[in-house]
């Protein structure tokens, strides 16, 4: 299945936060979006024809000013890229992304795996070694963000105000740089 969302739940509430998305879709942007449970707890992949960040915008938005709406999702991740989890695909991946983001701009590299033999380290160590940008672990201007699902691997540049936990979002606070 194509994605540009990777959703969370709590393990065993995944179906209770699918139908909190698709709710929260079908309302606020009048689309059907194409949702699966992965078969990684607490893991679910969507497609929506809206783009990720919008979407995100909007959630934020929600989670803010009404909370109650959330109740099961608890963070959003916008996808840019899906590709096979295979070195050579991730690193291309990465850098085609990375090409649109200013050479002054700094940038930090996340890997987040489930069910992959790759080692983080390697992935990123790889990355890094094709970006001449410099490198702020700390504040980034642009987090390179590789989250890998077994074979499958959804890739973003995003700033740090397109990672959504639902939870922080909830108590006024932002995840930090």
């Known amino acids: 299945?194509?994605?540009?969302?990777?959703?969370?739940?709590?393990?065993?509430?995944?179906g209770d936060a699918v139908?909190?998305?698709?709710?929260?879709?079908?309302?606020?942007?009048?689309?059907?979006?194409?949702?699966e449970i992965s078969n990684i707890?607490?893991?679910?992949?969507?497609?929506t024809e809206t783009d990720p960040l919008e979407v995100i915008d909007l959630f934020?938005?929600?989670?803010?000013?009404?909370p109650w709406h959330f109740?099961?999702?608890?963070?959003?991740?916008?996808?840019q890229i899906v590709c096979s989890t295979n070195l050579t695909e991730i690193i291309d991946s990465s850098c085609k992304l990375f090409r649109k983001v200013s050479r002054v701009s700094s940038f930090k590299i996340v890997v987040e795996k489930r069910?992959?033999?790759?080692?983080?380290r390697e992935i990123v160590l790889a990355i890094a070694s094709r970006i001449t940008n410099k490198v702020d672990l700390y504040y980034p201007d642009w987090i390179i963000l590789v989250e890998i699902l077994g074979k499958r691997t959804g890739i973003s540049v995003l700033r740090s105000e397109h990672l959504?936990?639902?939870?922080?979002?909830?108590?006024?606070?932002h995840i930090s740089k």
């Open 1 to 14: 299945m194509k994605f540009n969302l990777i959703l969370s739940s709590s393990r065993n509430r995944e």
């Open 19 to 35: 139908d909190e998305f698709i709710k929260l879709i079908e309302e606020n942007l009048e689309e059907s979006p194409i949702v």
């Open 41 to 47: 707890q607490g893991i679910i992949i969507a497609f």
């Open 60 to 66: 934020k938005k929600m989670a803010t000013e009404e």
């Open 71 to 79: 109740r099961y999702i608890l963070r959003v991740i916008p996808v």
């Open 115 to 120: 069910h992959c033999n790759i080692r983080s």
């Open 164 to 173: 959504l936990s639902i939870v922080k979002q909830k108590m006024g606070g």
